[in-house]
Structures are given as C-alpha cells and as structure tokens.
C-alpha cells in the first residue's frame, strides 16, 4: 500500500462508521447550532426566529443557549465555529424541516481527518502498525466517536484543533499551527489555554533549534568547512 493508502482508507472507514452513526435528534446544545446553521444557509441572516425551535421552549439551561442582539433579539448563543462550519451542508444539503443530518455529517468527516492527523503525527515515530491501532483506538474507544463525531458539539473543533496543531508543530509548519489553533479557539473560546500553552513550549524549543541551525550555517561558511 502507498505512503497515503492507508491514511486514505482510515479516514473513509472512520467517516462511514461516523456518518453512518450520526445522531438524528441530538443534544439542543447541538441541535440549536444546526439550527442556527440551517437558517444561514437558506437565508444569510446569522439570527433566526427562536419561536421556529420549540425544543428550547421549556429547556431548564435555556439561557446558556440563547443569547440577546444589540437590537434586543434572540439568538443562537454557541460557539461560532460550531455553527459556520456546518453553514455548507445546510447548503448542499437543503430540507424542508429541521434536520440534524448536515451538522452531524460534518462532524463525523472533521472527526475522521483528526483522526488520520493522529495517526500521521505517530507513524513517523512509532510505525504504522503501532500508528494505526492508536488511532483506531482514539476513533472508537474514546468520546471522539460518541460525543465530537456524533452531532456538531464544540468538541468537533477543538479535537480537530488540537491534534492538528500537534501535527503541524512536529513537522514545524507554524502557520499551520496558527490555523489549527484558530480553529480550536473558533469551537471552544478557553482552548486559549491549551494554544498557550503550545505557543511557550514552542518558545523554548525554537531558539535552540535556531541556535544550531546558525552553528552549522556558520561554520559551512569557514574555509575548510
């Protein structure tokens, strides 16, 4: 099998088993951001009519979930990312009612790339076979598959985030890191935390690998050398 043939087959068989796993009624936490996403896709308008949803009608957390505009109007109050990100299923997707199906296949395809990113991040370092048996295992032995591939939760993001920064800081490709890190803090705002976290271990193994990098470059330039 080819350097990528393995990769590629991982993610199909995650995004199948996840797709085909999808939450049809999930969580309102969930489901008000399908809801939100679904209304932007067919109207461009980021704040729908809530008395269209009637689950959060007698919903004991409503008001985590709903939030007020400048304007005095009701909105969908979770995390951005969770909402855009599904934005294009509602597209490709359209139905005449309410529908959980387009953000929860677009979680269970973004939960399938982080994990063939773990398995990336691994393989160079542990094998492929090693690589493969702990990715299968974070994709269904762990919350990945029931929580973050099942509907559209701010888990999807930050799970995607996470592991891709991780890959991208191995392969020293910051501006992926910087992107992944984005996303992470596009699903769930204190994953500020973890990209800290990570920006300040960068720091203190830069300037090292920097450092050496400036030896050898000086000493290619001494005659002799």
Do not use: K
Not at 75 to 91: E, K, M, Q, T
């Amino acid at each position: 099998m080819s350097r990528w043939g393995l990769p590629a087959a991982l993610f199909l068989v995650c995004a199948c088993v996840y797709g085909l796993t999808v939450s049809t009624n999930p969580s309102p936490d969930a489901f008000t951001a399908d809801f939100a996403a679904r209304h932007i896709a067919r109207t461009g308008d980021p704040v729908p009519d809530i008395a269209d949803f009637p689950l959060l009608d007698d919903n004991i957390i409503r008001e985590t979930r709903i939030v007020s505009t400048a304007d005095g109007r009701e909105a969908v109050g979770r995390a951005p990312g969770v909402i855009a990100f599904s934005v294009p299923a509602y597209v490709l997707l359209p139905s005449a009612t309410i529908s959980a199906a387009p953000g929860g296949l677009t979680a269970a395809l973004l939960s399938a790339l982080a994990v063939v990113l773990f398995f990336l991040l691994l393989r160079d370092r542990t094998g492929s076979r090693t690589a493969l048996i702990a990715a299968l295992l974070l994709a269904f032995a762990t919350p990945v598959w029931s929580v973050a591939a099942d509907a559209m939760w701010p888990h999807t993001l930050t799970t995607l985030g996470i592991i891709g920064m991780a890959w991208a800081a191995d392969r020293r490709r910051w501006w992926l890191v910087g992107l992944f890190g984005g996303l992470a803090l596009w699903g769930r705002l204190h994953a500020a935390i973890i990209c800290a976290v990570l920006g300040v271990g960068v720091a203190l193994v830069q300037p090292s690998y920097g450092d050496r990098a400036a030896r050898r470059n000086h000493l290619g330039a001494l005659p002799g050398c």
